[in-house]
Each structure stands twice: as C-alpha cells, then as structure tokens.
C-alpha cells in the first residue's frame, strides 16, 4: 500500500516537473523570420541558451545575401566578399561551430586602396607622410585640413548629412576624393543623402563628445583601447577558404531541424498570448504561434507582412530605400593584366563619371579565389546615384564597363569568365531623417511586447555590425 502511494507521489511529482518545464519551454520559445547571417547568430546565441528556436527561411538555403558560387575555378562571392573582425564575437562565433579553420584574413599586399583620379589610380594616404606626398589632393586641399580642428560643432545634429558634415569640417576636395568614393563602396550610397549620425555614428560621435575628428582620435583613443571592439580602420579583414556563404552554412548546420527552408511568410497578427504567423511552404498555406517574435527580414518585405499589424510600422519600414546594385564578375589571364595587384582595388569618386563605382581585386585578397595562372575581379554598378544603371541595355553597358575596366587596369585581352548578379534591394541607405525610423522601431519593441526587429537596417550594414547586434538582440530577448 505504500509503495503504491509512494509511486503515485513520484507520478505526480514527474508530472509537475514536466508540466513546469512545458511552461518554462513555452516562454522561451521563439519563432525567427529570416535565415541570414543576422537571424542565424541570434537563433545561435538563443539556442545556446536554452531557447526553443524556428527559423522561416523563404530561399531554400541559408545566408540571405551571402551567396558563394564555383564557376571554371574561379570562387565568387556575389554578396559580401570579406567582413572586417571589429567584435571577438566573430572569431568566437567561427571556433564553435568549427569554422575558424577555415577562417583566413587578408593578404598584406591588399592594404593598399586606390583611389582613381583623372584616370589615374593613387592609394590613399594611411599616415602623415603619405598624406603629405600624394598626388591624390592638392596642397589647397592638404592645408584645407589644418583648419579642422578649430571648427566648431555643427547645429544640425542629427539632420546633416555625411556631405556637409565632411565639407564643413575638410572641405570639398577630401569631400569628393576620399568620401564620396568611400560611400560608393561601402554603402553604393550618396553622400549628399546619408545621415552622418545613422550611417557613421562614430564620426559623428567625434564632434559630438571631443569637438572635431583631428581632437577625437587623439582624445578617444585611450577609450578606443579599453573597449573589446576594434575600429574599422585597425580590424582584420577575414573571409573563409570557401568563400563567405561558408559563415552562415556552418551556423544553419548546428541549428539543423530548426531551420524551415522554402516559407514564404505572408502575415503577421497579434493573439492573447503571443502572435501567429502565416507562411507558404512549398505551396501549402501554414501557422505557426508563438510568445517571442524576431524578424531580421530587409525592411521592404517586412513592411507587406505587417501592413495590417501595424501599418505606421509598415510605412517607415517601406520609407527606407535600397538601390539596385549589379555585381559584376571578371576572370583574366594573369599575363594579361599589366597593372601591378598590389592592393584591394579602387573606388571611383562621381566626378571621374565612370559608369561603375569601383573593383575589388578578389584573387589579391584571399587563396582559393582562382587558379594561379588568373587573376579576378569584382566590379559594382549602379548604386543610391544611379536608379537605372543598365539603362536597357544591358550587354552594352556590360561591354563599355569592361572596355573602362580593362584601360584601367592595363589589361590587354578579353575576360575568360563575366558573371553577372543583380540586386534589386541591396544595402539600406541610412539616409536624412533615419533617427525617425529609429525611434518608432524601439516605440514598436516597446508596445508589442515580445516581438523584435533587427536585420542590417538596425545598427549597422557590415557583417561586423550584424554579429555585434546578434548577440545584443539575443540579450534583449532573454531579458523579454
């Protein structure tokens, strides 16, 4: 009799347990719109910790815009090509699931960057000295600079762009010939439209808190030491031997069974306990609820799922622009090109008006990129100041842009491989008026509890800011 009893009691102690750790299981589970870089080193961090995590992925692979292709020995990064180390979290993140191997950094002979100016290519100046002897600016330009220090704060604060932030405080010359190229290549971004606060917080910061750049980088950089980031300027550069889709692959493959590939999600809504989410997959209409919600979606394909969630959320989402943007692939013989590779490549500032924004010299940077008889190339066209880059004609820009190419670069034969990829959306523009946007985002977080936005139009577009994020967003999850 009592060993009946004693046996009841273990029933329904085991039974509460496990009815405790269905409770617990079900707030901490999460559903994860998005398998790119963002989304899957957050689900990463939160699976770690104990998180029931699902992932919607609407392509059939992960990644997002990290696409790596094989194509006649040459390895091709369509998306992003390298990401600076600028937060330990992305050597962390690579050593535990087992990447950091296969992680390798750039070739020193690719520190150089070019700037092309009246059809000549100078590197840019990375010391006094340099900046000193090069042809890249004038001496008007060089003096120009000194005064920098005795400018005083603008009063636009956030409502200035990187333009006139830079003219004001270096002047136009540096303006058009070490900026504007940089925009162009980092962001296919116009200066003029950029927010200095949104798009470069740190440059802004400068002003803000030291009173000017020059006094900043002294001032700041015993603060720059404490801190486990490093600078842009200061990171590595890294890739992967098997181009940079390896990143996001290795992360999907420790989250395996918690990625549904080919779901297509079309609606969003609140229920008393969390909200539910309808998607497609593989043609058949499903959904899925959950407590916690986290989108890392681009801003334009979010803002259709949310339109009758929250349609003021929907319009800044939509308001956000991202310019159309062609990845253009070239493979050469090596012999062919007369041009010495030694640097990462050049940007072309507006003025030399080229019809492209500049290349990068891929088989320079990092190994495996082609055989050693060949060298390769990554070219971008079009960008935030041009709305129609191929124009209709798209073999004969290609043709004309190679035919520049090609008298740049010294190169006296036709490329053995072009390969083209063209991004409809690319990069979001953190443009005038983004500190709007912003602000509803963190009112949105506030006032739907459990429901989070990141992605690369929150806090950064490089691979660095998205990993720095990831773990920010996951911290702010667990703390929900």
Request: hydrophobic residues 40%; proline residues 4%.
């Amino acid at each position: 009799m009592l060993d009946v009893y004693t046996n009841s009691l273990n029933f329904d102690f085991i039974k509460f347990v496990y009815l405790i750790k269905q409770f617990y299981m079900e707030d901490r589970k999460i559903l994860i719109l998005g398998a790119g870089i963002s989304g899957l080193a957050t689900a990463y961090w939160l699976e770690k910790d104990g998180f029931d995590v699902t992932i919607l992925e609407s392509k059939p692979v992960p990644g997002g815009a990290m696409e790596t292709a094989n194509e006649c020995g040459f390895l091709i990064d369509y998306g992003p090509n390298s990401g600076l180390e600028t937060t330990p979290l992305i050597s962390r993140l690579a050593e535990e699931i087992g990447l950091k191997e296969q992680m390798i950094y750039a070739n020193e002979t690719s520190s150089k960057r070019y700037i092309l100016r009246n059809s000549q290519l100078y590197s840019l100046p990375t010391s006094p000295g340099a900046f000193i002897s090069t042809k890249l600016f004038s001496t008007k330009a060089k003096f120009r600079i000194l005064k920098e220090p005795f400018i005083s704060k603008s009063e636009d604060g956030y409502y200035q762009s990187i333009a006139d932030f830079v003219r004001r405080r270096l002047g136009n010359e540096f303006l058009d010939y070490a900026i504007d190229p940089f925009v162009s290549g980092v962001f296919a971004g116009d200066p003029e439209r950029l927010s200095v606060k949104s798009a470069f917080p740190k440059l802004y910061r400068l002003e803000e808190v030291y009173g000017g750049l020059v006094k900043g980088m002294i001032k700041g950089a015993k603060e720059r030491k404490r801190r486990p980031e490093q600078s842009k300027q200061s990171a590595k550069m890294f890739s992967f031997y098997n181009g940079m889709q390896s990143f996001p692959n290795a992360i999907a493959k420790k989250l395996k069974g918690k990625i549904i590939f080919n779901a297509v999600v079309e609606n969003i809504s609140k229920t008393e306990s969390g909200y539910k989410v309808l998607f497609s997959h593989k043609g058949i209409n499903q959904k899925m609820e959950s407590p916690l919600i986290l989108s890392t979606l681009p801003s334009h394909i979010l803002s259709k799922i949310v339109k009758d969630f929250d349609n003021k959320l929907a319009d800044h989402l939509n308001e956000i622009f991202y310019p159309k943007v062609m990845v253009l692939y070239l493979g050469f013989d090596k012999h062919a090109v007369k041009r010495p590779l030694d640097g990462f490549g050049f940007l072309i500032p507006t003025k030399e008006n080229r019809n492209f924004l500049g290349a990068i010299w891929t088989s320079t940077i990092f190994p495996n990129r082609a055989a050693e008889d060949k060298a390769a190339f990554t070219l971008f066209v079009g960008g935030a100041k041009d709305s129609n880059p191929l124009n209709g004609d798209t073999e004969g820009v290609i043709k004309n842009i190679i035919e520049q190419f090609k008298e740049i670069m010294r190169i006296e034969a036709e490329p053995v491989l072009i390969k083209t990829k063209i991004w409809d959306k690319s990069i979001p523009q953190y443009n005038l008026g983004y500190i709007e946007h912003e602000k509803y985002f963190d009112l949105f977080e506030k006032t739907n509890h459990g429901f989070f936005l990141s992605g690369n139009f929150r806090g950064g577009i490089s691979v660095g800011d998205c990993i720095k994020n990831s773990e920010i967003v996951a911290e702010k999850i667990k703390g929900n």
